[in-house]
């Protein structure tokens, strides 16, 4: 993770100005453990005491990162979380586990979860994981795929239009061909997929999906596992901000 977060940071992925919406995380723990060390991070971290409380927290505040304990009812609430009608279906979570349970990466991924993490977590890896995703949080805005798609196309909206539908359908099943095959360790399959995948985004010219693209396709290639659910990851939120601005672009294109 150290080395995914100085390369974003070398290539100078800032936050965009114009998105100046706090990083808001929130965290169910009840181990006590995770809100010692959060204490620095108030206002925008939220923790939950019980199932309740969280249930009514993650379905009226929409968060960019949520941390559920797998003991605190972590399957149950995942569950929730991920429902078509609960506000942050699209929010990562991150599963907490303790290092003696018997819970897999792989079942916890099948699951739902993003990713997961060994508890106790200490300070320092925390300020890392907030750091990460927060890069991973800021994307571009609609109106500037459509410039971007609009110069590609010598402004012909009618072409960028139709471009920007078949992203809109096929991205979405190509990072779920991705998941599946990375989760079962079919890794030519995942190679393939991800450079028909970077091919396309990278003739759109969008960079911030191509840079995550390209090194997770580099990964692959290169066999370096180890680093492949980070990347994974950070292209899986990326193509999520993308497809989330899904209606912004559409309603611009048609009525500019």
Not at 89 to 112: E, R, Y
Not at 140 to 159: P, Q
Not at 164 to 182: D, M, N, Y
Request: charged fraction near 20%; aromatic fraction near 8%; charge should be neutral.
């Amino acid at each position: 993770m150290e080395f995914l977060l100085n390369y974003y940071l070398s290539k100078k992925m800032l936050p965009n100005p114009r998105q100046n919406e706090p990083f808001s995380v929130f965290i169910a723990d009840n181990s006590g453990t995770t809100p010692v060390l959060l204490k620095n991070h108030s206002p925008h971290v939220v923790w939950a005491k019980d199932q309740q409380e969280t249930r009514s927290l993650v379905q009226t505040i929409v968060f960019k990162l949520i941390l559920l304990n797998l003991n605190s009812n972590g399957l149950e609430l995942i569950k929730f979380i991920k429902r078509a009608d609960c506000v942050n279906n699209q929010t990562p979570v991150i599963g907490l586990i303790d290092a003696s349970g018997h819970f897999t990466k792989k079942s916890i991924i099948a699951a739902g979860f993003d990713d997961c993490l060994i508890t106790p977590l200490t300070a320092d890896q925390i300020h890392e994981l907030f750091d990460l995703w927060q890069i991973a949080g800021y994307s571009t805005d609609a109106l500037a795929y459509v410039e971007i798609m609009l110069k590609k196309t010598h402004n012909n909206r009618s072409l960028t239009l139709t471009v920007l539908k078949k992203l809109f359908e096929e991205l979405p099943q190509q990072i779920a061909v991705i998941k599946e095959a990375l989760a079962n360790n079919q890794y030519t399959v995942a190679k393939e997929t991800t450079h028909k995948l970077h091919g396309s985004i990278s003739l759109c010219g969008f960079t911030d999906m191509e840079k995550s693209a390209n090194s997770l396709e580099s990964c692959l290639i290169n066999k370096n596992y180890q680093a492949i659910d980070s990347h994974f990851l950070l292209l899986q939120q990326n193509i999520l901000n993308f497809t989330s601005k899904q209606p912004a672009i559409m309603a611009h294109l048609k009525n500019p």
